[in-house]
Each structure stands twice: as C-alpha cells, then as structure tokens.
Nanobody, 119 residues
C-alpha cells in the first residue's frame, strides 16, 4: 500500500502563487508515476500534471502548462506542484495520486486539499 500525504492548500488572490506538496510512504518501490489532479464543484476530476517516479519525465494538461510546474525531491519521496498566475477558475480540491508499476493506473490518492483563488 502507498500512503500519500498532501500539504494544506490555501487561499490566494488572482495572480498569486502557491506550492502544494505530496509525500509518499509505504510501498513506494511499486510507484511508476505521480500525478496531480483537481476537482471543482460540479465538475469532473481533471488531470493537471504527472512526473515519473525517478523525477525525469513530466507531462502537463494544456490548461496549466506554463503556469504549473511539477517536480520531485527523490530523497524525500515528495512531489510538488508549483502554481503561478493563479486564476479564480483554479479554485478546486487538489489531489495527488500514484500509479502502480503493475496496473499502470492511479491506484492511490491523497486526501485532497482545498485551493481557493479570489478576485
């Protein structure tokens, strides 16, 4: 089992920045990739970014590319999501998740953290 612990989100004004972190523990040797997702009220969960467990390869959704950066501290087994130029439409609950090398699917999820961007 993999346990994912997210940092607290927060409140920020439009144009501001915020960094989220997600620490992985447990059977991390089975992790292939880490990802960040978000879900706004009344909307489906949206993929934001992913990074390989070794921290080499990254992928971004078009909606956040250039504004959000995913990174990983291999020594701490922690993944970060640096968010800049935040907009009110970025308001959502943000989740980190991990894929298993055997299934290739996001099997484990963090508890979610609220990010609110005000005008």
């Amino acid at each position: 089992q993999v346990i994912l612990s997210e940092s607290e989100g927060g409140w920020v004004q439009t144009g501001g920045s915020l960094r989220l972190s997600c620490a992985a523990s447990g059977r991390t040797f089975n992790i292939a990739q880490m990802g960040w997702f978000r879900q706004a009220p009344g909307k489906e969960r949206e993929f934001l970014a992913a990074i390989s467990w070794r921290g080499v390869d990254t992928d971004y959704a078009g909606s956040v590319k250039g504004r959000f950066t995913i990174s990983k501290d291999n020594a701490k087994n922690t993944v970060y999501l640096q968010m800049t130029s935040l907009k009110p439409e970025d308001t959502a609950i943000y989740y980190c998740a991990s894929t298993d090398i055997r299934s290739g699917t996001y099997d484990y999820w963090g508890q979610g953290t609220q990010v609110t961007v005000s005008l």
